[in-house]
DNA sequence: TTCAATGTTTAGAC
DNA sequence: GGTCTAAACATTGA
């Protein structure tokens, strides 16, 4: 679910609501564990370390660079926050009780898919900054301001939605992961970033082409459809807020509406329906992903 | 009740 | 180094 344009969602939520407020403190209960990678707040030295540096420092901005969210703070370091498969950041007010954090009011942070509270930013102004994640596989850390070449963000490939990504790009990149199979090549943050595995399928319905087929073979025609393709269903899910298949929130804990739209993804067994193509939607484990295609029209 | 499946990323095995 | 699998964890639905 956050996929590119669930976190673009939630980045200009963000951009609304908390440019401008000062941390005042830091909670978190993710586990604890020894074996946990050391720089992220999941390592107790680390965040002892992290609201050390955060406490104090005014938001100045927050962007989006693939599914990652950077907030920017005016001392020049940067929070990263990876929302993984379940997490989602909401603002609003909230209430620490024996059994954890609670919205203080009633609405749509009571939704139960926001209830999974692990991680909280409370602001001078006394509203809170929370990271509902459900399967902790979230991730938030701090980048200092000369660490701006922070390896999970270096390595990543360009951003689809940007006018300096052209249809040339696209194909050099894609063609470049010869022999492997286009679904795990869109899947690939290195190749293009942002892209998950609901968006690579609806792509791919929408340009034709068979989860299966090698990079190398797909045509400069099939390449032009892709590229559109990839705009076309990326721009569509930022318009509809997101996804919400399962528990993706925006800022405010209210759904997306992507999900109704699907045209492959989760839609096995269903008619096609693609101008009148009467194929039907497939689901098959390619590269231990999940992946949804129609019978006819994708070859 | 039990088991399979679930958006992502990355560490570890080969 | 590539390439594949499993794991991080919790919930839901068959």
Same mark, same amino acid.
């Given at each position: 679910?956050?996929?590119?344009?669930?976190?673009?969602?939630?980045?200009?939520?963000?951009?609304?609501?908390? @440019?401008?407020?000062?941390?005042?403190?830091?909670? +978190?209960?993710?586990?604890?564990?020894?074996?946990?990678?050391?720089?992220?707040?999941?390592?107790?030295?680390?965040?002892?370390?992290?609201?050390?540096?955060?406490?104090?420092?005014t938001v100045a901005d927050v962007e989006r660079r693939a599914k990652n969210i950077l907030i920017r703070l005016s001392g020049?370091?940067?929070i990263l926050v990876h929302m993984k498969m379940t997490g989602h950041l909401l603002v609003g007010r909230y209430e620490k009780?024996? #059994?954890?954090?609670?919205?203080?009011?009633?609405?749509?942070?009571?939704?139960?898919?926001?209830?999974? @509270?692990?991680?909280?930013?409370?602001?001078?102004?006394?509203?809170? $900054?929370?990271?509902?994640?459900?399967?902790?596989?979230?991730? @938030?850390? $701090?980048?200092?301001?000369? +660490? +701006?070449?922070?390896?999970?963000?270096?390595?990543?490939?360009?951003?689809? %939605?940007?006018?300096?990504?052209?249809?040339?790009?696209?194909?050099?990149?894609?063609?470049?992961?010869?022999?492997?199979? !286009?679904?795990?090549? %869109? %899947?690939?943050?290195?190749?293009? #970033?942002?892209?998950?595995?609901?968006? #690579?399928?609806?792509?791919?319905w929408r340009a034709g082409v068979h989860p299966e087929r090698p990079a190398e073979a797909i045509t400069i025609s099939e390449?032009?459809?892709? =590229?559109?393709?990839?705009?076309?269903? $990326?721009?569509?899910?930022?318009?509809?807020?997101?996804?919400?298949?399962?528990? =993706?929130?925006? !800022?405010?804990? %209210?759904?997306?509406?992507?999900?109704?739209?699907?045209?492959?993804?989760?839609?096995?067994?269903?008619?096609?329906?693609?101008?009148?193509?009467?194929?039907?939607?497939?689901?098959?484990? @390619?590269?231990?992903? +999940?992946?949804? =295609?129609?019978?006819?029209?994708? #070859?």
């Amino acid at each position: 679910m956050p996929e590119l344009p669930e976190v673009e969602t939630t980045v200009r939520g963000l951009k609304k609501t908390i @440019i401008g407020k000062t941390i005042a403190d830091v909670w +978190s209960d993710l586990p604890q564990k020894k074996h946990v990678r050391a720089e992220t707040i999941k390592h107790k030295p680390y965040f002892e370390r992290f609201k050390k540096a955060v406490i104090g420092a005014t938001v100045a901005d927050v962007e989006r660079r693939a599914k990652n969210i950077l907030i920017r703070l005016s001392g020049g370091q940067t929070i990263l926050v990876h929302m993984k498969m379940t997490g989602h950041l909401l603002v609003g007010r909230y209430e620490k009780k024996r #059994s954890g954090w609670k919205p203080a009011e009633d609405g749509p942070l009571k939704d139960p898919f926001n209830r999974f @509270i692990h991680a909280v930013f409370t602001f001078t102004d006394g509203t809170h $900054l929370a990271f509902s994640d459900a399967r902790k596989f979230g991730t @938030i850390a $701090l980048l200092e301001p000369e +660490s +701006s070449h922070h390896k999970t963000i270096q390595k990543l490939g360009p951003e689809p %939605l940007e006018p300096d990504f052209d249809i040339k790009g696209f194909i050099m990149r894609i063609s470049a992961k010869r022999g492997k199979k !286009i679904k795990q090549v %869109l %899947l690939d943050q290195e190749v293009i #970033s942002g892209i998950g595995n609901i968006y #690579s399928d609806e792509i791919l319905w929408r340009a034709g082409v068979h989860p299966e087929r090698p990079a190398e073979a797909i045509t400069i025609s099939e390449f032009k459809l892709m =590229y559109d393709a990839m705009r076309e269903v $990326l721009s569509k899910g930022i318009d509809f807020g997101g996804d919400s298949t399962s528990d =993706y929130r925006n !800022i405010h804990g %209210l759904p997306g509406a992507f999900h109704y739209h699907h045209q492959a993804y989760r839609n096995t067994g269903k008619p096609c329906g693609k101008n009148g193509c009467k194929g039907v939607i497939l689901r098959k484990s @390619i590269g231990g992903r +999940s992946a949804h =295609y129609c019978s006819m029209h994708q #070859s």
